[in-house]
Every structure is written in structure tokens, then in C-alpha cells.
């Protein structure tokens, strides 16, 4: 007889298979297939993270301080499984940076723009009503001529992530195929990702401008 751990096992596995499949392959898959998950549960963080977010999110105040910026700590990508290959460490809504010509209204409406992350994130994606993935929009928009605003006046959203040793490779410097697939689904929804090492940031802890050098090399630009 099966147990009721391993069935749970499984059913978690063919809902992230599931949620995969539905953000990578788009219409081609046209999932989800599987119904939504409403049971109560919870994910394990390392007590590290929670620590070192703050670190940087201090220093990413310094780095994009010509911005306003909305910030969520462990924060869940909405519309996906509870599983912590979906779980951003530190997740930043940052404000446009005005043009020079913007009068005080406008700026006033950029600021009331800015909002929780999460709910951003929500608004943009939801598998079980949107036709193509969020990066298909994206990409359309683009090519239709809408959102061709500069990079320096689009609202952007930030997942910073804190990989832990587990999370990389033998040689240390590699992520491991789950976290390079977070990575993946974090662009593809529009995200831009910071992946930093744990063990880097203890490093540069003390070292503020190196600090600030090592966040602004780990940002890569949302998948388009």
C-alpha cells in the first residue's frame, strides 16, 4: 500500500511538472492540466536567507537611489505551486526614473503606480485565463510598437535570489538544474533576476563598494 507522504511526494512533482510545462510551452501545452492545490502548507527557509536579504536590500537602497522602490522579503510567485523553487528571497517593484521633462503630476503617477511585487507579478500572469505566456505578451507588445519605452522609463521588477552551497555544482560556481530553472521561469515572467551566492555576499559583507559592484554584475534582464 502506498503511504500518503509518497502520494503527496508525487502529486507535488506533477504539479511543478505541470506549472512548468504551462510557462515554457505556452499555448503548445495549454495547461495548467492539473487542478489548483487549496490544502495549507508551508516551505521551509533557511535562516540565513532572511538574514543576508536585508543586507542587501540596504545596498540595493544605495544602488538604485534614484528610484523608489517597493520591497517584499520571501515572497511566493503568485499562480504557481507553494514550492521553494518559487519562492524569491528578496523581491523589489522599482520605480521609473522619471524623464527630465516630467512635471510633478506625472512623477506623482509614476510613484502611485508602484506596488507590492507579488501583485504586480499576479496582474501580469495567471495560467488559467491568460492564452500565451507572460513573455509572449511581452514580445508582442514590442513588436506592435506598444511598451517601446526606454529601459530608464519602464517600471521593473527584481527577484533577488540567494543561493545557498547546495546550490551550486561541484566546482562551486554552476547552479544546479532546479535553481538555473528558477532562474529561467523568473525571466519568463518578466522578472529581472539577481542570483547571488551566499557565501559571496558573507565575503563582500564588509565591503560595501564591492558589494554594490557584485549586485550590479548579477542582474540579468527579464527573457523577452
Known amino acids: 500500500m502506498i503511504s500518503c507522504s509518497l502520494l503527496q511526494q508525487a502529486r507535488a512533482r506533477l504539479k511543478l511538472l505541470d506549472s512548468a510545462l504551462t510557462l515554457e510551452c505556452g ?14 502548507k508551508s516551505v521551509n527557509v533557511d535562516g540565513r536567507i532572511p538574514r543576508f536579504a536585508a543586507v542587501v536590500e540596504n545596498s540595493l537602497k544605495a544602488l538604485f537611489k534614484n528610484s523608489k522602490c517597493v520591497t517584499e522579503s520571501i515572497a511566493r510567485v503568485p499562480n504557481m505551486p507553494l514550492n521553494e523553487l518559487y519562492i524569491i528571497d528578496l523581491f523589489l517593484h522599482k520605480m521609473p526614473i522619471p524623464p527630465p521633462t516630467s512635471t510633478e503630476q506625472e512623477v506623482d503617477v509614476l510613484e502611485m503606480s508602484l ?13 488559467r485565463y491568460d492564452d500565451v505566456v507572460v513573455a509572449s505578451k511581452m514580445a508582442t507588445s514590442k513588436a506592435s510598437g506598444r511598451g517601446s519605452r526606454s529601459k530608464e522609463e519602464e517600471a521593473e521588477l527584481i527577484a533577488v535570489l540567494i543561493h545557498l552551497p547546495e546550490h551550486f555544482c561541484s566546482g562551486g560556481r554552476d547552479l ?35 558589494l554594490l559592484d557584485y549586485l550590479q554584475e548579477s542582474l540579468s534582464p527579464p527573457k523577452v
Open 27 to 40: 499555448p503548445k501545452y495549454n495547461g495548467p492540466l492539473l487542478p489548483k492545490d487549496f490544502s495549507a
Open 115 to 127: 506596488q507590492r511585487p507579488s501583485e504586480v507579478l499576479r496582474q501580469r500572469f495567471n495560467p
Open 176 to 210: 544546479i538544474g532546479p535553481q538555473m530553472m528558477r532562474v529561467r521561469h523568473l525571466r519568463l515572467l518578466g522578472c529581472s533576476v539577481m542570483s547571488l551566492s551566499l557565501e559571496k555576499l558573507a565575503e563582500l559583507r564588509s565591503q560595501p563598494q564591492a
